[in-house]
Each structure stands twice: as C-alpha cells, then as structure tokens.
C-alpha cells in the first residue's frame, strides 16, 4: 500500500465511518475540513517493516 492509499484510509476509518452528511455539498466540506486540519498538524507515515518483511507477509497470505 503506498502513502496515498494510507492517507485515503486514514480519511475513511477517522472521517467518514463516524459522520454522517445529508448531501453531496455537507459531505464535501466535511472532508475539506478534516484535510484542512491534517494538514496543519500532519502525521507523518512511518513503515515498521523492511521490504522483506511485508513481502514474506503477503506470500504467507497468498500461499506461495
């Protein structure tokens, strides 16, 4: 997973699961105030795990 998709998952799990909006336009401004404030206090993406390790990670889950 690249750091967009993180980002897009952080978005959803901390936003968007816990809101509810009665139109396009409340939705909207609802994700462009979340941005807003990500960005004035961002938290950086950091990876645990070598290459390797998330490599040998995903053979045991597809079975190679």
Known sequence: MNLVERW????TTKMLHTSTHKS???LVASINTWAERWN????????????DEIF???AKYLGN
């Open 56 to 58: 040998a990670s995903m």
């Open 24 to 26: 396009q336009k409340q």
């Open 8 to 11: 897009f998952s952080e978005l």
């Open 40 to 51: 004035q206090d961002p938290t950086p993406f950091r990876w645990v795990k070598t290459a």
